[in-house]
């Protein structure tokens, strides 16, 4: 039976961590404070600008200053957001997997259309069957309407789908929308909760384990 396998962007599809993390550091710079490695602000990716102006300047949405710090913070990514972005190891060869296999893949991902269209296009993935972004349907993610706008786009049944992400709302958003879900350890996972409690149908710790993986989803029906 066709599949359609279905990523989060951020952390799960692509690293965009380093591109995050040197548009937080540009804006501590402004600031006259040292850079912070990137591995130090990576698990705070996946909460997007607001994750990483907290990780990087330490304010909280009501703090006076954090609104201007969050637009300068996008300002600086979106003009900077393909550098060193690239597709995690092993995900080329997923994706060739699925062709093969005869299954369809897409996106679905919190990051606005502003931001993710222009990675998507630069990664050069004319394939993609669908990209849902954070802003595409009323609700982003752990609600599920993401998750079923993308199965609706791309002539899917949710229950013929798998998403695979990096984020416990992720997983959450799989399981409300009836679809399997695939937990990535290997991504940016946050800092609260653990990826092994997070209730998803398979985990992996690495890209190259997606596959059977996914291929073991399938077979269990």
């Known amino acids: 039976m066709t599949r359609l396998v279905l ?7 692509a690293d965009t961590a380093p591109d995050m993390a040197a548009a937080a ?20 990716v996946s909460m997007g600008a607001r994750g990483m102006v907290k990780a990087s300047l330490g304010l909280e949405p009501d703090h006076a200053d954090y609104e201007a710090q ?7 990514y979106e003009n900077n957001s393909t550098v060193d972005t690239r597709l995690f190891a092993g ?14 893949w897409g996106i679905v991902t919190n990051k606005h259309t502003r931001y993710a269209e222009p990675i998507v296009a630069w990664l050069n ?21 993401p998750l079923q706008h993308a199965a609706k786009e791309a002539g899917f049944d949710t229950a013929d789908c798998i998403y695979v992400g990096d984020d416990l709302r992720d997983i ?11 937990a990535a350890a290997y991504g ?6 653990p990826p092994h409690l997070w209730g998803a149908d398979a985990l992996v710790e690495d890209p190259s384990e997606l596959w059977q993986a996914i291929n073991e989803l399938v077979v269990r029906g």
């Open 25 to 44: 550091n540009r804006q501590r710079q402004k600031l006259g404070l040292a850079p912070l490695p990137t591995d130090e602000l990576r698990p705070f």
């Open 70 to 76: 969050r637009v300068a913070f996008l300002a600086d």
């Open 7 to 13: 990523f989060d962007f951020d952390g799960t599809f």
């Open 188 to 193: 940016y996972c946050g800092v609260e909760h």
């Open 91 to 104: 995900i080329d060869e997923l994706l060739n997997e699925i062709r093969q296999a005869g299954m369809r």
């Open 125 to 145: 993935l004319p394939d993609c069957a669908t990209l849902v972004c954070g802003d595409t349907t009323q609700y982003a993610k752990p609600h599920p309407m």
């Open 172 to 182: 959450v958003a799989a399981r409300a929308a009836g679809m399997p879900s695939i």
